[in-house]
Structure formats: C-alpha cells, structure tokens
C-alpha cells in the first residue's frame, strides 16, 4: 500500500511538473482586463521554458491572447525564459482576470528582468556615443518594489564591451540606483516598446526626453566614495 501511495505521488508530480504552458494559460487566454494591463508593452512575446525547453509564442490580440507553438526569434518583440514555476504562478496571478496591485507587483517581478534583457539588446540602447551624451552610468542597480515595500526583485545592469549585461540580482559598486514601482516600470517597458517599435530617430530621441525625465523620478546617482 506504501508503495502504490508513492507511485501515485511520484506520477501526480510529474503529470504536473509536464504540464505544457498552453494548457498552464488556457484559461486566462480570454481575460480582456489582463489583456488590457499588457496593453502596449509587447505584441508578441516569445517564452522559453527553462526546464523543459517547449518554446511557446503569445500574441496580443487586443482583448485576448493567442498562443502559437514554437519562437521565430527574428520576429518576436521579445524573446524571454521563463521558470516553470514562473508560468504557474502567472496564470494564477491571472485567473480571476483582474490584477491588483500586489498580482502587478508579482508578474513584473517575474517578467521585469527578462524584457529589459531582450530590450537591451537593440542596437539603439548600445550607442556609446550616446550614453556619455546623456550622462548614463555603466553599472547601475535596478529595483522593483511591492506596494508595501517589504519585497523587490532586483537586477544589475553593466556596459561591457559596447553592449549591455544584466543579471539578477545585485552586484558590484553601482554608479546608480534605481527603485521603481510596477507601474513605473510599465510605463517604462511601454515608452521603451514604442521606440522599438517605430525604430525612427524622432522616436528614439523622444524616448531619450521621457528616459531622462523618468530617471529623475526612479533613481539617484551614487556619489563617489
């Protein structure tokens, strides 16, 4: 009897630990408030899940989602990786279709880090040139807060070589430091997707004007030891 009880338990896991992302978001597909809350941060989002490798595509559809089996890099917003774990908790954040403050706190926690990676990766964020213009630290820290500050997911930002590296968490001496809200980072990924997006010069030199306007509300410089 121990043993069936065992068995069962160990295939309960794994039918669950498999459980593909399709039918992890199913039911949140249709949640026109959630599709609403990503409005205007990416149109088609690339996951990749770390311990299984399935590659999904989701498509922002304006009121709902659509979900396409595998990632085209080349034409995908973003490309992002993503736990088990994280899917999961997302589509619990989403389930009842409505997000208050602390589910946005929890899905940006999860998702905040990732898209700045992808979107660091455009050639426009990498121009040395103009970063010393507008007087942008090569190694700054990045944190997300909850609505009642007692948790923050956290990342590093460094230019090395010409590009960006980010990483979780918080490493090094930073030359800057960042605390932003969920919804001062959305604004943030929205302003930065619009660039992307329309890739003009009078587009990125707009975002440039809101970014320094942004960091003045988000961050502080950390003055020379």
Known sequence: MRHLLFSLFVFTSMTSFSQSVEDMWKPILKHDKLATYFSGMWESLGINV?????KITVLHQGDHFDLKKGVDEDN???NVFLKEENISNMAKHGEDGKIGEYESYKIMSVLFTPFVKAALKHPMMNKSCQMKLANIEN?????????TNEEYAAHTMMFINKQW??????HGEAKRVFKMSPEQAIVYQKEAFKAQKLNTRKGWRKFKKFYLDWRKEVSVPVKDK
Do not use: A, M, N
């Not at 770390?50 to 399935?54: V, W």
């Not at 190694?139 to 609505?147: A, I, K, N, T």
């Not at 590296?165 to 918080?170: A, C, F, K, R, S």
């Open 76 to 78: 995908v917003d973003y």
């Open 50 to 54: 770390k311990e299984t490798g399935e």
């Open 165 to 170: 590296v980010v990483v979780e968490g918080i």
């Open 139 to 147: 190694h700054v820290h990045v944190y997300l807060q909850s609505p």
